[in-house]
């Protein structure tokens, strides 16, 4: 028996929003485990007859006090932020004409070197912190975060151009053209028209730097020694991991903490993310 055409939508749309639940719910699950471990007591974590997935026990601050006063956690956040405003910077400074100069490169030599650039991302940074220790000695930055300001753009830059490149070859260049002919230069067009139109995708090029700063591990362990010069990557495993014995409660709130700002504000901007990817964005 065929099924009517109401019958049909209702079921197409129950499969639609039951798909989007699933993937709602395996996004959330990680925010979701931070979240309830950050407040659970030693003793209800480590007890296999508990329900994981719950609190067992009554919650507790005790692993947010071990984390804001027996660890130097507010630092590292302000020295992660510092990097990182300063990375985005350079990043932008950069990479945006670099991408823009790409993108309006005639021929397959653009495309090239987009791909050339991009392979560079690929590099692995444990073929690389070798010899940015020697650079970063012989410039007399060890242990500072400069350090980092230095060498995080090695692999922000690359990532972010060619990233840039794919919005920039979106917009016509007769917006570009239009706004030439009305008297602007090459470059006050570039500012006046190309910039508006390409801010989504130069904020989803800060999200991704400020994520690929964040999350680096190996360069932050590397030029910097002096606890108050960690960053967040770093100083949650070094101060709450002695040995065999896991701060876990801790080691999730600092986390969480951390992670929280960049979903919600992807999350706050994702509308403008896709828009940017579509014809509509440009008209």
Not at 156 to 169: A, D, Q
Not at 179 to 206: C, E, H, N, Q, W
Not at 235 to 255: I, K, Q
């Amino acid at each position: 028996m065929a099924m009517s055409p109401a019958l049909k939508r209702v079921t197409a749309r129950g499969g639609h929003l039951g798909l989007i639940g699933l993937f709602t719910v395996f996004s959330a699950f990680p925010f979701y485990w931070m979240f309830i471990t950050t407040f659970k007591r030693t003793s209800d974590l480590m007890k296999r007859s508990n329900n994981p997935f719950i609190y067992n026990e009554p919650p507790t601050l005790e692993n947010l006090r071990v984390l804001f006063f027996d660890t130097l956690y507010v630092r590292w956040l302000g020295n992660t932020l510092f990097v990182g405003v300063l990375v985005v910077f350079v990043t932008l400074l950069l990479a945006v004409p670099a991408g823009y100069a790409l993108a309006r490169l005639t021929g397959k030599w653009g495309e090239h070197l987009g791909i050339g650039i991009f392979l560079t991302y690929l590099v692995p940074s444990t073929l690389l912190f070798i010899p940015m220790s020697r650079l970063i000695g012989d410039l007399g930055l060890q242990d500072s975060l400069w350090s980092l300001v230095l060498v995080y753009p090695s692999f922000t830059i690359p990532f972010c151009t060619w990233l840039l490149m794919g919005f920039f070859k979106a917009i016509p260049r007769d917006l570009e053209e239009a706004a030439m002919l009305d008297g602007y230069s090459r470059f006050g067009a570039f500012v006046k028209v190309v910039i508006p139109i390409s801010l989504a995708g130069i904020l989803t090029a800060v999200i991704f730097t400020l994520t690929l700063v964040m999350q680096e591990f190996v360069y932050a362990l590397t030029f910097i020694t002096a606890a108050r010069n960690y960053t967040v990557s770093v100083g949650v495993p070094t101060f709450l991991v002695h040995g065999d014995v896991y701060f876990w409660g801790s080691l999730m709130a600092g986390c969480f903490i951390a992670s929280v700002p960049v979903a919600v504000l992807y999350n706050f901007f994702v509308d403008r993310f896709i828009a940017g990817f579509t014809v509509g964005a440009i008209k």
